[in-house]
Structures are given as structure tokens and as C-alpha cells.
T-cell receptor
Framework: AQKVTQAQTEISVVEKEDVTLDCVYE???????LFWYKQPPSGELVFLIR??????QNEISGRYSWNFQKSTSSFNFTITASQVVDSAVYFC?????????????FGKGMKLTVNP | GAGVSQTPSNKVTEKGKYVELRCDPI?????LYWYRQSLGQGPEFLIY????????DSGLPNDRFFAVRPEGSVSTLKIQRTERGDSAVYLC????????????FGQGTRLTVV
């Protein structure tokens, strides 16, 4: 069975602080995909990143960076110099890459509040 | 618009009634997903369509839930004999060649069963 754990439920920071969102996953699949989604107050899930299990290179996109470590089954997300607009609920998710349904298994989410 | 459209945005119904929730995917997207999100939780998978057929309906909680996609585009999620526990936000997503591209989500339908 697949499982995604986001141990932090809520974090509050002051603007310009760096913040890291933790994600730990469980899967028996050797090939899988990991994702991060952002859910602002409007409710729509916004795709941030997809990572293949064979690609452990860290990725940076502007103020966002992701650290994928297969050895610890973690896929952590860091926001550098946070801004008020980063306030949202962030979800980590996992999907099997082969063998049928491409459904996403989500963590419970982490609510980030960035205060001015 | 160009995104995934879900109607209605809000639905209040009485316990025991039947409801239909509609999803208009992005044009040309062959894959369509329904998820349910309860308060304070992550979305939970319900059903996945590839074209007109349900490729995976393992997430449907019981036989009161049913979904169709007769022409491979618009999908309807149907809930019979609604219960208060069905109250949640129902999210629809569509994608091209999953998982080679991301799924785009609609804003959801908030269902409240009173």
C-alpha cells in the first residue's frame, strides 16, 4: 500500500523567513512519482512539481526547491524568503508509474501562514 | 474557460436525496479523476476514467456512489441516498498522458448533506 505522511499540520512564519515542508512516503513500487501541490484559499489544487523515482537530483525553481532522498523516503519542499502569497495548504502526493491506475495518494497537507 | 470546470460550486441537500456533480475537463484531456476532500484532510481518490471507461473505481466508498463519462469528456458523479458523512468537497482533475504531464484540478463542488 502507498502512504504519504506530512508530519507538520500547520506552520506560521514571518515574511522573508525560509520554511521547509516535510514529506515522507511509503511504497512497494520501484518506479513511482512524487508531487507537491498548493491549495490556496480558493480551493483549487495547483501543481508545483513532479519527480520520477529514478531522478534524485534536487530541483530549484525560483524561491522553491525540492530535496528528494530515496534512502530516507523523503521529498521535502523549501520556500526561500517566504511571501504572504505563499500562504496556502501544501500537499505532497505519490503515484505509481506502472501497472494501472495513475491515482494520486495525498498526505494530509500542511497549512502555511506567512505573516507580513 | 480553459480550466477544469465543476458545477455546482456548492450543493446543499437533505439526507436521503440523490445528487449529481458535474465535471467539464480541459478539452482533449483523456484522463479524468474524481477525488473527495474532507475538512482538514488531503484529497482521497474515488475513480479514474481513461476515455469513456472507468479504469479504476477502487476508491468509491460504496454502491451509493457511481460515476459516468459517456462521451469521454464531461463526467458526472452520482450519489444516491446521501448521508451526512458524504459532506465534503468533491474535486475533479483531468490530464493528458498521465503521468507524463500533471493533472489539472477544478475548484471543486462543496457538498453539504443536512
Amino acid at each position: 500500500a502507498q502512504k504519504v505522511t506530512q508530519a507538520q499540520t500547520e506552520i506560521s512564519v514571518v515574511e522573508k523567513e525560509d520554511v521547509t515542508l516535510d514529506c515522507v512516503y511509503e511504497t512497494r513500487d520501484t518506479t513511482y512519482y512524487l508531487f507537491w501541490y498548493k491549495q490556496p484559499p480558493s480551493g483549487e489544487l495547483v501543481f508545483l512539481i513532479r519527480r520520477n523515482s529514478f531522478d534524485e537530483q534536487n530541483e530549484i525553481s525560483g524561491r522553491y526547491s525540492w530535496n528528494f532522498q530515496k534512502s530516507t523516503s523523503s521529498f521535502n519542499f523549501t520556500i526561500t524568503a517566504s511571501q504572504v502569497v505563499d500562504s496556502a495548504v501544501y500537499f505532497c502526493a505519490l503515484s505509481a508509474a506502472l501497472g494501472g491506475s495513475e491515482k494520486l495518494v495525498f498526505g494530509k497537507g500542511m497549512k502555511l501562514t506567512v505573516n507580513p | 474557460g480553459a480550466g477544469v470546470s465543476q458545477t455546482p460550486s456548492n450543493k446543499v441537500t437533505e439526507k436521503g436525496k440523490y445528487v449529481e456533480l458535474r465535471c467539464d475537463p480541459i478539452s482533449g484531456h483523456t484522463a479524468l479523476y474524481w477525488y473527495r476532500q474532507s475538512l482538514g484532510q488531503g484529497p482521497e481518490f474515488l475513480i479514474y476514467f481513461q476515455g469513456t471507461g472507468a479504469a479504476d473505481d477502487s476508491g468509491l466508498p460504496n454502491d451509493r456512489f457511481f460515476a459516468v463519462r459517456p462521451e469521454g469528456s464531461v463526467s458526472t458523479l452520482k450519489i444516491q441516498r446521501t448521508e451526512r458523512g458524504d459532506s465534503a468537497v468533491y474535486l475533479c482533475a483531468s490530464s493528458l498522458l498521465w503521468p507524463n504531464t500533471e493533472a489539472f484540478f477544478g475548484q471543486g463542488t462543496r457538498l453539504t448533506v443536512v
